[in-house]
């Protein structure tokens, strides 16, 4: 009994050391209530979540990315998530754009320093302090964004982009390029037409707003021109995949859709390894309001990652199975399982992307551990030995049984768990280093535990980050963000509510109306420059020949129902 307690004791030290401190999870079976991670996101409730913004375009010099709740500053990355609350801040020379849905976009020039305020399906608000931004809204009837300066508010309630740069003295000039916006303060509110640009100067409370001559066309305008042609083009490309969903207008550069039954539609990514699976290239940050959150190296990798699902089909590779297009998709932090494995010294830890009807258990829900066999994941609850009752006689049979018992054979835990599985030491998972993941057949590891939930260890100060580059210089933020008109609350908001609505095949979803007809881009007033300084974004789709102001040649519809296309619902 001395010995048993001794080890139970040691294991306990030893999994408080690999995982960090806290308590760790019960055991499956044992009646008792896992504990929840230290640190762990507050609520699991899904319908209280926010929405996540992506970073989906990074051009020039730095971007920096302050998270809201610890303050900690990252170096930003392609397919970051953002979440209300957040900084972002870019460096001279350098732009980038974040994609709030499959219609909204926030484009930032050099030197601009801004904040996400809220996100739901209602409203996205932002506030920038410094800077020139420009708000692109690709289809009307979704959320509306505002946008807050020092001087003025900007409502964007229709399709259009809208410029706005704020200088060092708090002065606002916003200028509709194409579409409408509303401008606001205490005192009334006016709307403004394409072509023309106001100038808002003074205090908030009573600001002085007038029209002056259209700022001139700019590199900056030459680079969302780019990006609105690219977005168009994809919206009317796509027409399998919800165009409500971000990070669509990377699929075709980067991969193809081709017919795989009993699925239909189905996408493929371009020049992968022999030794490639999807959750490989990349790396695990911790979010407050989702916990474990992968971000993808890959400049493809938002949407495959977040919603939908993956699998392997002999002659194919592996393919990403999208939401259903008569759905609302929601968003997830990553769509795998956990595991352990390997021996209790070691503390191996690994993944692998659910395949479609799988179960999905979220990371920032309850943790359980389930068909424990590795004794770091939790403490054994000891049972006295019971004395084995004697044995009754038994008159041996003089008939074989026709059918021989064999053994049942061990099913792997999930269908890609043989090409699929990845995995690190914990250690390294803790140390935010995930520059060493490698494959994991999991119908071979010894003491497999499958995880429901979240890795059961505590985020380190390492796991804050969206890349291994550092931050070299800090970014000091704006006094202006404290200032009052700043300092309001931020709003964790709600998202949709998909808890009771399961897909088996694709993932959460909830209904929603018919995906809207995206006529084509709207002509700006001025033709772009055909020379531009950067002719391409880095890790934005290709431009392709079609000129810019050119509408497309087919609108975006719903697919009639073929052989070769999804089906509506499943």
């Not at 399709?159 to 390029?177: F, Y």
């Not at 068909?371 to 049972?383: A, E, H, L």
């Amino acid at each position: 009994m001395r010995r048993v307690i001794a080890g139970l004791v040691c294991g306990a030290i030893a999994g408080a050391c690999i995982f960090g401190a806290g308590r760790l999870p019960a055991a499956a079976g044992t009646g008792q209530e896992a504990a929840p991670v230290p640190d762990a996101p507050a609520s699991s409730d899904r319908s209280k979540k926010p929405l996540v913004a992506r970073i989906s375009v990074i051009d020039g010099g730095s971007v920096v990315v302050q998270h809201g709740d610890s303050q900690k500053q990252v170096a930003g990355a392609i397919n970051a998530p953002l979440l209300p609350g957040d900084f972002i801040t870019t460096g001279p020379g350098a732009r980038a754009e974040v994609q709030f849905d499959g219609f909204t976009m926030l484009r930032l020039s050099q030197n601009v320093q801004a904040r996400i305020v809220a996100s739901d399906v209602k409203t996205h608000r932002l506030q920038v302090a410094a800077g020139t931004v420009e708000l692109a809204v690709l289809h009307s009837g979704g959320a509306t964004t505002t946008v807050e300066t020092p001087s003025i508010t900007v409502d964007a309630t229709a399709t259009g982009d809208i410029r706005i740069s704020v200088d060092a003295d708090g002065s606002t000039s916003i200028t509709a390029r194409t579409g409408s916006a509303s401008l606001k303060t205490p005192q009334h509110t006016s709307a403004m037409e394409a072509g023309t640009t106001y100038l808002a100067s003074g205090s908030a409370s009573k600001p002085v707003v007038t029209q002056i001559k259209e700022i001139g066309y700019d590199a900056f305008d030459d680079f969302n021109a780019r990006r609105d042609k690219t977005i168009y083009a994809a919206l009317n490309a796509d027409t399998d995949l919800p165009q409500s969903i971000a990070g669509y207008d990377n699929l075709n550069s980067y991969g193809k859709w081709v017919d795989v039954q009993p699925y239909g539609q189905v996408w493929i990514p371009n020049d992968v390894a022999s030794d490639w699976a999807p959750y490989r290239d990349g790396q695990w940050t911790w979010t407050s309001a989702y916990g474990w959150t992968w971000v993808s190296n890959e400049p493809w990798g938002w949407a495959p990652y977040h919603y939908g699902r993956w699998f392997y089909q002999t002659g194919y590779g592996w393919c990403w199975l999208p939401p259903s297009t008569d759905s609302v998709p929601a968003w997830e932090p990553a769509l795998v399982g956990f595991f352990g494995y390997g021996s209790f010294s070691s503390g191996d830890f690994g993944w692998v992307p659910l395949a479609p009807y799988e179960n999905y258990f979220p990371s920032y829900g309850y943790n359980q551990v389930y068909n424990p066999g590795w004794p770091g994941w939790y403490i054994p609850v000891v049972t006295p030995v019971q004395p084995r009752p004697t044995p009754r006689p038994r008159t041996p049979s003089p008939v074989r049984s026709p059918f021989p018992i064999r053994k049942p054979p061990t099913r792997p835990p999930f269908r890609n768990a043989a090409r699929g599985a990845s995995g690190v030491d914990a250690q390294s998972f803790r140390a935010g280093d995930f520059s060493h993941v490698r494959p994991v057949d999991m119908t071979r590891v010894e003491n497999l535990s499958v995880v429901r939930g979240a890795p059961p260890f505590a985020p380190s100060p390492q796991n804050y980050g969206f890349t291994h580059a550092p931050v070299r210089t800090p970014v000091p933020i704006s006094h202006v963000f404290s200032q009052p008109r700043f300092t309001a609350p931020i709003t964790q908001t709600q998202s949709p509510s998909v808890w009771n609505h399961v897909d088996p095949v694709r993932g959460a979803v909830t209904p929603r109306s018919a995906p809207p007809v995206i006529n084509g881009s709207p002509v700006r007033s001025q033709p772009v420059n055909s020379t531009p300084v950067n002719s391409q974004p880095v890790h934005s789709a290709p431009v392709n020949s079609q000129p810019v102001h050119s509408a497309p040649s087919h609108p975006v519809s719903d697919p009639p129902h073929t052989s070769g296309s999804r089906p509506p619902h499943r």
